[in-house]
Protein backbone atom coordinates (compact mmCIF):
# COMPACT_ATOMS: atom_id res chain seq x y z
CA UNK A 1 0.00 0.00 0.00
CA UNK A 2 1.47 3.59 -0.95
CA UNK A 3 2.30 5.53 2.56
CA UNK A 4 0.00 8.35 3.51
CA UNK A 5 2.42 11.14 2.99
CA UNK A 6 2.61 10.06 -0.81
CA UNK A 7 -1.14 9.81 -1.55
CA UNK A 8 -1.48 13.25 0.10
CA UNK A 9 1.37 14.69 -1.70
CA UNK A 10 -0.26 13.47 -4.81
CA UNK A 11 -4.00 14.86 -4.19
CA UNK A 12 -2.63 18.26 -3.15
CA UNK A 13 -0.68 18.10 -6.58
CA UNK A 14 -4.40 17.36 -8.35
CA UNK A 15 -5.65 20.34 -6.52
CA UNK A 16 -2.72 22.75 -7.53
CA UNK A 17 -3.18 21.17 -11.48
CA UNK A 18 -6.62 22.03 -10.75
CA UNK A 19 -6.03 25.43 -9.47
CA UNK A 20 -3.55 26.20 -12.29
CA UNK A 21 -6.34 25.25 -14.92
CA UNK A 22 -8.06 28.49 -13.84
CA UNK A 23 -11.32 29.77 -14.67
CA UNK A 24 -13.37 27.83 -17.79
CA UNK A 25 -16.44 30.63 -17.34
CA UNK A 26 -16.48 33.99 -16.98
CA UNK A 27 -19.53 35.84 -15.09
CA UNK A 28 -19.05 39.77 -16.32
CA UNK A 29 -21.45 42.50 -15.53
CA UNK A 30 -21.79 46.11 -16.09
CA UNK A 31 -22.17 47.27 -12.61
CA UNK A 32 -22.30 46.26 -9.03
CA UNK A 33 -25.82 46.67 -9.21
CA UNK A 34 -26.13 43.47 -11.54
CA UNK A 35 -24.96 41.27 -9.12
CA UNK A 36 -27.91 40.37 -7.24
CA UNK A 37 -29.19 39.25 -10.87
CA UNK A 38 -25.99 37.39 -11.54
CA UNK A 39 -25.70 35.80 -8.23
CA UNK A 40 -27.68 32.57 -9.19
CA UNK A 41 -25.21 31.91 -12.63
CA UNK A 42 -22.31 31.95 -10.02
CA UNK A 43 -24.08 29.87 -7.40
CA UNK A 44 -24.93 27.62 -10.13
CA UNK A 45 -21.67 27.14 -11.32
CA UNK A 46 -20.39 26.43 -8.07
CA UNK A 47 -22.69 23.70 -6.82
CA UNK A 48 -22.04 21.93 -10.38
CA UNK A 49 -18.03 22.36 -9.64
CA UNK A 50 -17.21 24.55 -12.81
CA UNK A 51 -14.06 26.91 -12.20
CA UNK A 52 -15.20 30.24 -12.15
CA UNK A 53 -14.57 34.08 -12.00
CA UNK A 54 -16.83 36.87 -11.72
CA UNK A 55 -16.10 40.43 -12.92
CA UNK A 56 -17.27 43.81 -13.17
CA UNK A 57 -16.42 44.86 -16.71
CA UNK A 58 -18.31 48.34 -17.92
CA UNK A 59 -18.84 48.46 -21.74
CA UNK A 60 -19.58 52.69 -20.61
CA UNK A 61 -17.63 53.29 -17.87
CA UNK A 62 -14.65 50.81 -18.55
CA UNK A 63 -14.39 50.58 -22.10
CA UNK A 64 -10.36 49.72 -21.66
CA UNK A 65 -11.21 46.87 -19.21
CA UNK A 66 -13.73 45.25 -21.71
CA UNK A 67 -11.07 45.04 -24.45
CA UNK A 68 -8.60 43.89 -21.97
CA UNK A 69 -11.02 41.29 -20.76
CA UNK A 70 -11.92 40.50 -24.55
CA UNK A 71 -8.57 40.17 -25.97
CA UNK A 72 -7.09 37.70 -23.03
CA UNK A 73 -10.14 35.37 -22.63
CA UNK A 74 -9.26 32.32 -25.00
CA UNK A 75 -6.00 32.74 -23.78
CA UNK A 76 -6.41 32.27 -20.13
CA UNK A 77 -8.52 29.30 -21.56
CA UNK A 78 -12.17 30.30 -21.10
CA UNK A 79 -14.65 28.86 -22.49
CA UNK A 80 -17.74 30.96 -22.18
CA UNK A 81 -18.60 34.34 -20.94
CA UNK A 82 -21.62 34.92 -18.98
CA UNK A 83 -22.15 38.46 -19.49
CA UNK A 84 -25.09 40.32 -17.59
CA UNK A 85 -26.01 43.86 -18.29
CA UNK A 86 -29.23 46.61 -18.39
CA UNK A 87 -30.50 49.49 -20.22
CA UNK A 88 -27.98 50.25 -23.31
CA UNK A 89 -26.87 47.26 -22.52
CA UNK A 90 -23.33 46.61 -24.99
CA UNK A 91 -21.79 44.60 -23.01
CA UNK A 92 -22.34 40.78 -24.51
CA UNK A 93 -22.28 42.24 -27.73
CA UNK A 94 -19.16 44.08 -27.40
CA UNK A 95 -17.04 41.04 -25.85
CA UNK A 96 -18.38 38.90 -28.87
CA UNK A 97 -17.00 41.25 -31.14
CA UNK A 98 -13.78 41.42 -29.33
CA UNK A 99 -13.52 37.59 -28.72
CA UNK A 100 -14.58 34.36 -30.36
CA UNK A 101 -15.42 32.85 -26.67
CA UNK A 102 -19.16 31.99 -26.95
CA UNK A 103 -20.47 35.09 -25.33
CA UNK A 104 -24.54 34.12 -23.41
CA UNK A 105 -25.93 37.59 -22.63
CA UNK A 106 -28.54 37.99 -19.68
CA UNK A 107 -30.55 40.78 -19.60
CA UNK A 108 -30.76 42.78 -16.13
CA UNK A 109 -33.88 44.40 -15.50
CA UNK A 110 -33.88 47.97 -15.22
CA UNK A 111 -36.03 50.09 -13.75
CA UNK A 112 -37.28 52.41 -16.24
CA UNK A 113 -38.12 49.48 -18.79
CA UNK A 114 -38.30 46.48 -16.44
CA UNK A 115 -35.59 44.96 -18.58
CA UNK A 116 -37.08 44.93 -21.88
CA UNK A 117 -34.68 47.75 -22.79
CA UNK A 118 -31.78 45.48 -21.88
CA UNK A 119 -33.05 42.09 -23.63
CA UNK A 120 -33.59 44.59 -27.10
CA UNK A 121 -30.21 45.76 -26.43
CA UNK A 122 -28.93 42.03 -26.32
CA UNK A 123 -31.09 39.96 -28.39
CA UNK A 124 -30.55 42.12 -31.94
CA UNK A 125 -27.52 41.61 -32.64
CA UNK A 126 -26.60 42.23 -36.41
CA UNK A 127 -25.96 39.06 -38.79
CA UNK A 128 -22.01 38.30 -38.02
CA UNK A 129 -21.50 38.43 -34.53
CA UNK A 130 -23.72 36.29 -32.08
CA UNK A 131 -24.70 36.33 -28.68
CA UNK A 132 -26.86 33.70 -27.20
CA UNK A 133 -29.67 35.45 -25.09
CA UNK A 134 -31.37 33.99 -22.06
CA UNK A 135 -34.44 35.62 -20.16
CA UNK A 136 -34.62 39.17 -18.15
CA UNK A 137 -33.23 38.39 -15.00
CA UNK A 138 -32.11 35.87 -12.20
CA UNK A 139 -33.95 33.28 -14.37
CA UNK A 140 -32.05 34.08 -17.28
CA UNK A 141 -28.57 34.31 -15.45
CA UNK A 142 -29.11 30.89 -13.72
CA UNK A 143 -29.94 29.40 -17.19
CA UNK A 144 -27.13 30.85 -19.04
CA UNK A 145 -24.88 29.27 -16.49
CA UNK A 146 -26.84 25.58 -17.12
CA UNK A 147 -26.60 26.38 -20.67
CA UNK A 148 -22.68 26.63 -20.59
CA UNK A 149 -22.12 23.51 -18.10
CA UNK A 150 -23.94 21.41 -20.79
CA UNK A 151 -22.09 22.96 -23.45
CA UNK A 152 -18.93 22.13 -20.94
CA UNK A 153 -20.33 18.23 -20.30
CA UNK A 154 -20.33 17.36 -23.79
CA UNK A 155 -16.46 16.82 -23.59
CA UNK A 156 -16.49 16.25 -19.28
CA UNK A 157 -18.29 13.54 -18.58
CA UNK A 158 -18.01 13.58 -14.77
CA UNK A 159 -19.47 17.57 -14.96
CA UNK A 160 -22.40 15.72 -17.49
CA UNK A 161 -23.14 13.33 -14.78
CA UNK A 162 -23.41 16.10 -12.24
CA UNK A 163 -25.57 18.26 -14.49
CA UNK A 164 -28.07 14.64 -14.77
CA UNK A 165 -28.29 14.23 -11.09
CA UNK A 166 -28.67 18.19 -10.72
CA UNK A 167 -31.94 17.71 -13.51
CA UNK A 168 -32.86 14.63 -11.97
CA UNK A 169 -33.13 16.19 -8.26
CA UNK A 170 -35.44 19.07 -9.95
CA UNK A 171 -37.72 16.53 -11.35
CA UNK A 172 -37.88 14.54 -7.95
CA UNK A 173 -38.70 18.04 -6.23
CA UNK A 174 -41.93 18.62 -7.94
CA UNK A 175 -45.29 17.53 -6.69
CA UNK A 176 -47.81 16.00 -7.95
CA UNK A 177 -50.32 18.39 -6.73
CA UNK A 178 -50.40 21.64 -5.67
CA UNK A 179 -50.07 21.88 -1.47
CA UNK A 180 -53.66 23.50 -0.25
CA UNK A 181 -55.66 21.81 -2.70
C1 LIG B 1 -25.52 49.13 -17.02
O1 LIG B 1 -26.29 50.14 -16.50
C2 LIG B 1 -25.35 48.12 -15.95
O2 LIG B 1 -25.28 46.84 -16.52
C3 LIG B 1 -26.57 48.29 -15.06
O3 LIG B 1 -27.54 47.29 -15.29
C4 LIG B 1 -27.12 49.65 -15.48
C5 LIG B 1 -27.18 50.61 -14.31
O4 LIG B 1 -25.91 50.69 -13.73
P1 LIG B 1 -25.68 51.55 -12.38
O5 LIG B 1 -26.06 52.97 -12.72
O6 LIG B 1 -26.57 50.94 -11.34
O7 LIG B 1 -24.22 51.38 -12.06
O8 LIG B 1 -24.27 49.60 -17.42
Redesign the pocket.
Known amino acids: EMPDEIVDAVEEAAEDAAEALGPVVGIV??????WPTMRPARDTLRVLGVPHEVRIV????TPDRLFDYAETATGRGLKAIIA??????H?PGMLAAKTRVPVLGVP?Q?RTMNGLD?LYSIVQMPRGIPVGTFAIGEAGAANAALFAAAMLATTDAELAERLDMLREAQTASVAEEPDDL
Open positions: MGSQSDSAHRGAGGAALVSS
